[in-house]
């Protein structure tokens, strides 16, 4: 077993999840202010701190993703940020792309950035604890798009920072997310999300990527956000299982889903019913962002000197998203 293949191991058995925190600060900015809550670097490191000092971190979270800010940061507790987390004997992790940008030749798609000089960045990282990265190439969905274009470049994109990353003894997460904004069909979603996946495999094969050395972070298969076909959630399952037995090489170890809007039930029913139905030797868990701290957050606005209270929240979903990823959630649950 390769080293990095044991680090994936780590991140994502017995039911262990990831929590993307790798919120730029924008973006951060913006989910504080909906809540009433100054988007200040003390403010951003205290919601952070409370949620990477939870009793879920030793059971539920197998690694957490940081943004550049957070890493550099010192908790409370006087401890660096990934130390904190590997105190729980959780996996730091970091997003190293510099974000999606205009795709010159199709304007109205993007591309990720962030390959200068990222070998430089990654050691820096490594020293600072990281042992996995993230970077996220984004796909809308029209009856033109994703373009070839688009397909092919973020691909190339996605391969080339895989084997830097490999490089510098770390597990890439490869995330191609075909977003759920629009009112495409199930059906669109799922032959666009293969095409997309289909060409990463051949640019990661390419690049000679050890395919047991990466963590796969895909969208679920959804019918668009404002369509009024919607899937029912076996559907959704039985779909996403399908692209994915179709279109990822068995080598992968796991599969860990971006929740991408969906609400914090739907995202943990969606990936119970997947492991549910799960005929595939892949892991299939979560690295959820918003559908793991939304609830939290909105507590811990009220009262932002609460952690207890805020993390018992947090537990609960961490706990919740546990569970699903070993096929054994149910709607009762989440009224204990
Ligand atoms: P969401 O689960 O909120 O989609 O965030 C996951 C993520 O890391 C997006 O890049």
Not at 39 to 59: A, I, V, Y
Not at 237 to 256: D, F, M, Q, R, Y
């Amino acid at each position: 077993m390769s080293e990095l293949n044991k680090i994936a191991l780590k991140i994502l058995s017995n039911g262990k999840g990831i929590l993307a925190a790798d919120e730029s600060t924008g973006t951060m900015t913006k989910r504080l202010e909906s809540v009433n809550v100054t988007s200040s670097p003390e403010n951003r490191l205290l919601f952070r701190e409370t949620l990477f000092s939870s009793e879920s971190m030793k059971n539920c979270i197998g690694g957490v993703i940081l943004y550049d800010e957070t890493i550099k940061q010192t908790a409370n507790s006087k401890q660096k940020i990934p130390e904190l987390i590997s105190s729980f004997n959780a996996v730091p992790g970091i997003k190293v792309d510099s974000g999606a940008k205009v795709l010159a030749g199709s304007p109205e798609e993007k591309i990720t950035e962030g390959l200068d000089g990222l070998r430089e960045r990654l050691k820096d990282y490594y020293k600072r604890g990281a042992r996995f990265t993230k970077w996220r190439g984004v796909y809308n969905i029209s009856d033109k798009y994703p373009s070839k274009l688009s397909i092919h470049s973020n691909a190339h994109a996605l391969a080339r920072y895989s084997s830097i990353v490999q490089e510098c003894k770390m597990v890439p997460i490869v995330e191609p997310e075909v977003l759920m904004d629009g009112n495409h069909s199930a059906e669109d979603c799922f032959d666009k999300t293969s095409a997309v996946l289909k060409k990463c495999f051949e640019e990661l094969a390419l690049h000679n990527i050890d395919l047991a050395g990466i963590i796969l972070k895909p969208n679920m298969i959804l019918a668009g956000a404002s369509s009024d076909k919607k899937l029912s959630n076996e559907d959704v399952a039985k779909l996403t299982l399908k692209c994915l037995k179709e279109n990822v090489p068995s080598e992968v170890p796991g599969i860990a889903f971006l929740s991408g809007g969906q609400s914090e039930l739907e995202a943990t029913e969606n990936l119970n019913l997947i492991n549910k139905y799960n005929d595939t030797n892949f892991i299939m868990t979560y690295s959820y962002g918003r559908a793991l701290q939304q609830s939290a957050l909105k507590f811990w606005s009220k009262d932002i000197k609460n952690i207890q209270g805020t993390q018992k929240i947090f537990n609960h979903r961490a706990n919740m998203c546990t569970l699903a990823s070993q096929g054994k959630w149910s709607a009762e649950l989440e009224k204990k």
